[in-house]
Structure formats: C-alpha cells, structure tokens
C-alpha cells in the first residue's frame, strides 16, 4: 500500500499576520491535526519565492487511512477552528498518493 499525504496550502496575505500565524500553527494547529489524523509524519513550510504562502503536508500509511482522516468528524472541526481563528487566509487542500520512491 503506497504512502498517502495530504497538503493543505494557505495564504497569509497580511504580512503583519504572519508571525502569529506561525506560532498558531506550530503550537496548536500541527499537532491537534497530526493526533486527529493519526500521521506518521507531518511538517510545514514557507514559500521562498511567495512568502505568503505557507504548506502543511501530512503523511498517512496509505489511502485508507487519508480518507477515514479527510472524511471524518475531526477533519470537520479542525476546518471549523481554522475558520475561527484565520477566517481571512484561503486555503487549498489535495491529496496525493506516493508514485514513486528514489533514494540518491
């Protein structure tokens, strides 16, 4: 069964929301969302090039489990506390299956 992961990216526009942002987010968001999914793995990142943009990227066992996570009561309320808390940053969700895998 290939690795499932699950990105969710947003847009943190106002750069004076940025620093509070991050800190909600490492603090709280990151690690209720990786309890809730039962992750192997979760991180995040800031766009380089669009300083703006800030992705989050869990890792699931596989597909199975990403869809019980996406789908669930939890996903639900992690969207509602997002909305609460950032109801001004957009945000895009995908899911991704892992195609292949090559060790340099």
């Given at each position: 069964?290939?690795?499932?992961?699950?990105?969710?990216?947003?847009?943190?526009?106002?750069?004076?929301?940025?620093?509070?942002?991050?800190?909600?987010?490492?603090?709280?968001?990151?690690?209720?969302?990786?309890?809730?999914?039962?992750?192997?793995?979760?991180?995040?990142?800031?766009?380089?090039?669009?300083?703006?943009?800030?992705?989050?990227?869990?890792?699931?066992?596989?597909?199975?489990?990403?869809?019980?996570?996406?789908?669930?009561?939890?996903?639900?309320?992690l969207?509602?506390?997002?909305?609460?808390?950032?109801?001004?940053?957009t945000?895009?969700?995908?899911?991704?299956?892992?195609?292949?895998?090559?060790?340099?």
């Open positions: 069964m290939p690795t499932a992961y699950f990105v969710v990216r947003a847009t943190v526009s106002d750069p004076a929301k940025r620093k509070a942002f991050d800190t909600w987010y490492s603090r709280e968001h990151l690690p209720d969302a990786t309890k809730s999914f039962g992750v192997t793995k979760a991180w995040r990142c800031w766009s380089l090039t669009d300083p703006s943009q800030h992705e989050a990227t869990y890792q699931f066992a596989g597909e199975a489990s990403l869809d019980r996570a996406i789908n669930g009561a939890d996903m639900k309320r969207v509602a506390d997002f909305n609460r808390d950032w109801p001004d940053v945000r895009t969700r995908e899911s991704f299956v892992l195609a292949e895998e090559f060790a340099a």
